[in-house]
Structure formats: structure tokens, C-alpha cells
């Protein structure tokens, strides 16, 4: 290798990694810790868990197995079995499923609306909205 050829390696190595850290500040400045993580089925709500406190709204029963308010876990029915999902700490995440990979528990915490939990093979989707605050009009839209 040429000297200009590691100096090209280094400098794209130090722009990649500055380029990573940016991403991951802006994805935890991102965080909806008063927000609420949406629990669908096949495109359909069916719980709501408040990150705030971990309280619940539970929209569709059927769907819904049980929930532990001790331990801050709810599970829902999913395509191929029932899907655990766990509260902690402002965020939720899967702890238990039944899929080939097991991608949406391998996903981990989440609390941003960026970063949606997907358990596909249970056609599950877990995604986070952000408190919308009040509802009065800022200064540009009057």
C-alpha cells in the first residue's frame, strides 16, 4: 500500500467513527420519556403503555393476555405466540417471543420515536409517540 492509500483508510475511519457517534447523540436526544409506546397488531392498537410511570391503556382485550403490574411486563398474542413485553425506566423492550431470529428481543430498549420495535414474524410492531404537550399555537402558527 501506498502512503496516500493509508492516509485515504485513516481519514475515512476517523469520519466514520465521528459520523457514529453523532447518530447515536442524536438518537438519545431523541428519547420520549413522558411519551407513550403503541403496542400494534396487523396495523391495529391494542395496548398502550405510558412511559411515564408504566401505566396502560388496553384497547383491544382479545389481544391482550395478561398483565403483570408488579413486574411491568405485558404480553400479547402474536402471530406464531404471545409476545412479552417489559418497562423499565422510562422504555420498553421484548423479553420474550417466538420467532425464527428472535430479532425484536435482540432490538432491545427503546423510548424513541425513532427506533420502532418491529417483531414481524408475530406481526407486532411497538412504536413510541411523543407527548404532544399542550395543545396551544407556538408563535409561527398563530
Not at 55 to 82: H, L
Not at 100 to 109: A, E, F, S, T, V
Request: glycine fraction near 4%.
Amino acid at each position: 500500500m501506498k502512503k496516500s492509500d493509508i492516509i485515504l483508510i485513516t481519514i475515512l475511519a476517523v469520519v466514520s467513527i465521528i459520523a457514529y457517534i453523532l447518530m447515536r447523540q442524536f438518537l438519545n436526544s431523541t428519547n420520549a420519556e413522558d411519551g407513550t409506546a403503541i403496542v400494534l397488531y396487523k396495523d391495529n392498537p391494542v395496548l398502550e403503555i405510558y412511559l411515564i410511570d408504566g401505566s396502560f391503556n388496553i384497547i383491544d382485550e382479545d389481544k391482550v393476555v395478561s398483565i403483570d403490574e408488579d413486574n411491568f411486563t405485558y404480553v400479547v398474542t402474536g402471530v406464531n405466540g404471545d409476545v412479552v413485553i417489559e418497562y423499565k425506566d422510562n422504555r420498553v423492550r421484548v423479553i420474550e417471543e417466538i420467532s425464527p431470529k428472535h430479532i425484536c428481543r435482540i432490538q432491545g430498549w427503546s423510548s424513541s420515536p425513532l427506533t420502532p420495535i418491529t417483531c414481524l414474524p408475530n406481526n407486532v410492531v411497538i412504536i413510541i409517540e411523543a407527548d404532544k404537550g399542550d395543545d396551544d399555537p407556538d408563535d409561527i402558527t398563530g
